[in-house]
């Protein structure tokens, strides 16, 4: 952890580089570098310091996951799809061992039924779903609590 234990890194994963081609309806109507300047002030406001991360191939994401030692003070991620089954990434958010918040753009929970389940749900300290861009300020005021206090 660093002195001020303050550094969030924001981990998107399979088709979240689409945003901006996906249903706006689910996903909203910002692409994937608006979101991330919209995180990001979020963050600013709140005294996080956040660095962003996307990849569509799998391996990359637990790679990524791996390195975060001594880089990050707490997580937020949004795996996409490898959410619902991806346990080479839960173990690989086991090997992080840090604080973190999953988020969903949409509201998985009222989608079809393989959306509602999450392989990582029980290693994270949040999950906030169906709340668009906002939801992102949600899971950094979670993780706020959780390292600052
Ligand atoms: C998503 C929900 C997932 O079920 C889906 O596969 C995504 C995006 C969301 O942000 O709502 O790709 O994680």
Known sequence: MSATANRIE????????????RDPSLYGALDL???ERRIGEFGEALGLATSFFQTNH??????HLHRLE????GLVLNPG???HYSFAIRDALEIA???????HLSNVDE??????????????????????ADGYRDALE??????IG
């Open 10 to 21: 924001i981990m998107h994963g399979v088709n979240l580089d689409q945003l901006g081609r």
């Open 58 to 63: 799998e391996g990359e994401f637990v790679e």
């Open 70 to 73: 001594g880089q990050a003070d």
């Open 33 to 35: 570098p608006a979101l």
């Open 81 to 83: 799809a490898w959410t």
């Open 111 to 132: 989608r079809e039924e393989w959306r509602r389940r999450s392989v990582l749900g029980e290693l994270c300290v949040a999950r906030v779903a169906g709340r668009g």
């Open 142 to 147: 979670r993780l706020r609590e959780e390292l």
């Open 97 to 103: 061992a840090l604080p973190a918040v999953e988020v």
